[in-house]
C-alpha cells in the first residue's frame, strides 16, 4: 500500500479528519471521475444509446465483485444498497406460519425489523442466540438452536453497525451448512474492510453496500448468490423481465444466474462507479487493507482505553474498525459539538438501531468513529489528543 498515493487520490482527505466509513466512506478519485464522465455523456447521447454502448464495461462489474468474494460473475447480482440485496434475498424464502428465523442479538436494526414483519405477516418464529459474557456469539447454545429448531433461514450480520464487534460468520456457515439451513449474512460493514471469502463463510446469500467501506457511490450495492441457491430456483418475490422470461401468459422462465435478483432499471453510472470501487480495493489487495486497519485500530484502541473517563463499548474476541465509545464526564452531545468545532467527521450511534445492545450496555448513545486505510496514524493521535478534554 502507498499510503501517498491513496490520499492524493482522496480529495476528501484535505482540511478534515474523517472517520465516518462505516456511514459513507469518501471516495478515490477514479470513482468519482467514471460516475461524472459517464453522467456527463448520457446528458449527451441519451441513457439508452450510452448504456448499449457501455455493456462490456458494465460486465466488469461482475467480474470485479467475483474477485474481491472468491466467487464467479454469475453469482452476483448489482442492487442499490445493502438493505435491497437483503430483502430481495430474504423474500426468495417461501415463508409459513410456525418456520423460525434464527438471528442473533446483533444484527441490524433493518434486518430486525424485517423479522418483526414477517412475524407479524406471515407468523414466523423470531429466535435470537445468546451471547457469551465476552459479547461473541455463544457458538455452542447456537448449535443447539439449530439442532432443536431447524429453522427455515439463519440470519447473521457480520459487524453490527452500533459497534466493531466482527460476529464469527464462518462458524456460524460451517452449522448451517452440516444441517442444511439457508443462511444469509449481512456484510454491509465488513465488504471493503476485511478480507471476504464466501467460499469459507459457506453462506446463500451475502448483502453488500457500496458506499461504506468499499467507498463506492450512494445508492449502489451488491448480493452474492450460492449455487445451491441458483439450482434450488430460489428467486424474490417479485421479479421483473431482467429475471424472468415471459414464455407464456401464465408462466416464466427464472434467468439462470444471479441476475434473477435484479430489476432491469438502475444507475448504470452508478454501476460504474462501483465498478471502478471494486477495482480500487482489488488493485491495492484485501489482505493488505484488513492488514493496514488492524494494525491502525489496534494502536488507536490503546491511546483511546488511556483516556481518564473513556468507555470502549465494542465487546467481543474480533473488533473492527468500527469503534463506539462513552464519556463519564461528557454527553455524547458534548462530545459531538467539541468533535465537530476540531474537524472530525463521525457518526452517533443511539439506541434505536441497537435496542438490545445498548439496553444491555445500559447506554442511550455512543460516538462511532470508523477510520479507514486512507486514515494515518498522526490523525488518529490528534483525534486521542482532541478527546483529552
Known amino acids: ?16 479528519i474523517f472517520l465516518n466509513s462505516a456511514g459513507s466512506s469518501l471516495v478515490p478519485d477514479p470513482v468519482f471521475d467514471r460516475t461524472i464522465s459517464y453522467l456527463t455523456e448520457e446528458a449527451r447521447v441519451g441513457g439508452y444509446a450510452l448504456a448499449y454502448s457501455s455493456l462490456e464495461e458494465t ?9 474481491l468474494l472468491n466467487c464467479n460473475p454469475e453469482n452476483i447480482a448489482y442492487m442499490t444498497s445493502a438493505t435491497d440485496a437483503y430483502a430481495k434475498a430474504i423474500s426468495s424464502i417461501t415463508f409459513k406460519e410456525g418456520d423460525i428465523i434464527l438471528t442473533t ?22 429466535i435470537r442466540a445468546v451471547n ?7 457458538l455452542v447454545n447456537f448449535e443447539q438452536l439449530v439442532k432443536e429448531y431447524q429453522p427455515k433461514l ?12 466482527v460476529q464469527d460468520a464462518e462458524k456460524v456457515g460451517e452449522i448451517c451448512q452440516k444441517y442444511k439451513i439457508w443462511y444469509l449474512l449481512d456484510a ?7 478480507v471476504v471469502d ?47 422470461k415471459w414464455t407464456s401468459e401464465e408462466d416464466y422462465e427464472l434467468e439462470l444466474t444471479a441476475k434473477r435478483f435484479e430489476f432491469w432499471e438502475s444507475s448504470i453510472a452508478g454501476k460504474l462507479g462501483l465498478k471502478e470501487a471494486l477495482k480500487y480495493a482489488n488493485a491495492i489487495g484485501m489482505a493488505n487493507i484488513e492488514r493496514y486497519n488492524a ?17 470502549l463499548q465494542d465487546w467481543g474476541t474480533q473488533v473492527s474498525n468500527i469503534l463506539t465509545f462513552t464519556m463519564d464526564h461528557h454527553t455524547t452531545d458534548e462530545i459531538s459539538e467539541h468533535l465537530k468545532q476540531h474537524g472530525v467527521y463521525f457518526s452517533i450511534s443511539s439506541k434505536s438501531s441497537a435496542l438490545i445492545d445498548f439496553t444491555r450496555k445500559n447506554i442511550e448513545s455512543a460516538i462511532r468513529l470508523s477510520p479507514h486505510y486512507f486514515n494515518t496514524p498522526e490523525e488518529l493521535e490528534k483525534v486521542v489528543t482532541i478527546l483529552n478534554f
Do not use: W
Open 1 to 16: 500500500m502507498d499510503i501517498n498515493t491513496i490520499r492524493k487520490e482522496t480529495r476528501g482527505c484535505k482540511n478534515k
Open 59 to 67: 460486465e466488469e462489474f461482475y467480474t470485479e465483485a467475483a474477485s
Open 105 to 126: 442479538d446483533d444484527d441490524y436494526v433493518s434486518n430486525q425489523l424485517t423479522f418483526i414483519s414477517l412475524k407479524k405477516r406471515v407468523g414466523v418464529k423470531i
Open 132 to 138: 457469551l459474557p465476552n459479547g461473541d456469539l455463544d
Open 154 to 165: 439463519v440470519a447473521l450480520t457480520h459487524i453490527p453497525t452500533s459497534s466493531g464487534l
Open 188 to 194: 454491509c460493514q465488513s465488504v471493503g474492510q476485511l
Open 198 to 244: 464466501v467460499k469459507k463463510l459457506k453462506c446463500d446469500f451475502l448483502a453488500a453496500t457500496g458506499r461504506k467501506f468499499l467507498r463506492g457511490p450512494r445508492g449502489t450495492g451488491f448480493l452474492y448468490v450460492s449455487d445451491s441457491a441458483l439450482q434450488a430456483d430460489l428467486a424474490p418475490l417479485f421479479i421483473d423481465m431482467l429475471g424472468a
Open 295 to 311: 494494525g491502525l485500530m489496534a494502536a488507536f484502541r490503546v491511546k483511546l482505553a488511556a483516556i481518564k473517563g473513556l468507555q
